[in-house]
């Protein structure tokens, strides 16, 4: 099969992934997705568990073209009680052409109509981030929209790509941006941001943004 045209013209140096399936049998038992894709592409994968499914797992995944120097899979707080699926926050240290280094970051919130998990896991998942010693590149599907109190602590520590940002969901005459790409304040220029018009990939339309560091 040949690489998925969305990443195959968008031929970005870094990917996060969110729903992606190691595995099960929804996507066959000797498929491992994010891997799979990352050969097609030339890239490292680094996939992180958020449940197990259908035999296998499913979760979130990080892709780099540049050399990998550390991977670490971290769990986020589901509340008691909610019934929210545990989430994750993948990253990967990785080294830059020119010796510098970055923390990719990839992680997908709860996906219940209240806010609550998404509230302590953004909480977590900027904790977690703001102590790192590396500039930072964080993306995801957060389940939620700027203005209210998830992106909101989003953007209490990090920089978006986007202000405005164009819609995300659905794929077909889409009306909510709830993917976003976020990065450690005054590390990066941001040189361009666009949703992609791409439907078969995903039932969210993929986000690129194109970064230049200032370190």
Do not use: W
């Not at 045209?5 to 031929?11: P, R, S």
């Not at 499913?58 to 589901?78: D, H, M």
């Not at 240290?93 to 996906?111: C, E, F, I, N, Y």
């Not at 005459?173 to 709830?178: D, E, G, K, S, V």
């Amino acid at each position: 099969m040949p690489l998925p045209g969305v990443i195959a013209e968008a031929k970005p140096d870094v990917v996060a992934l969110q729903e992606v399936d190691v595995h099960n049998s929804r996507s066959g038992k000797d498929l491992h997705q994010a891997e799979e894709l990352a050969k097609r592409a030339g890239m490292k994968a680094f996939f992180a568990k958020g449940i197990d499914y259908g035999g296998g797992e499913y979760g979130i995944a990080v892709l780099s073209k540049y050399p990998v120097l550390e991977t670490k899979r971290y769990a986020l707080t589901t509340i008691a009680g909610t019934n929210g699926e545990p989430r994750a926050l993948a990253t990967m240290l990785v080294r830059l052409p020119d010796g510098k280094k970055v923390l990719l970051a990839s992680t997908h919130l709860d996906a219940q109509r209240n806010d609550s998990n998404r509230i302590v896991q953004m909480r977590e998942v900027t904790d977690i981030l703001s102590k790192q010693p590396y500039p930072v590149i964080v993306a995801g599907d957060m389940n939620a929209s700027a203005g209210g109190p998830v992106i909101n602590q989003l953007d209490a520590h990090f920089s978006r790509t986007c202000n405005d940002c164009a819609p995300t969901i659905p794929v077909i005459n889409p009306r909510r941006c709830i993917d976003f790409i976020a990065f450690t304040k005054g590390k990066f220029t941001v040189l361009s941001h666009e949703v992609i018009k791409e439907t078969y990939a995903s039932d969210h339309l993929p986000v690129k943004a194109v970064l230049q560091p200032q370190f």
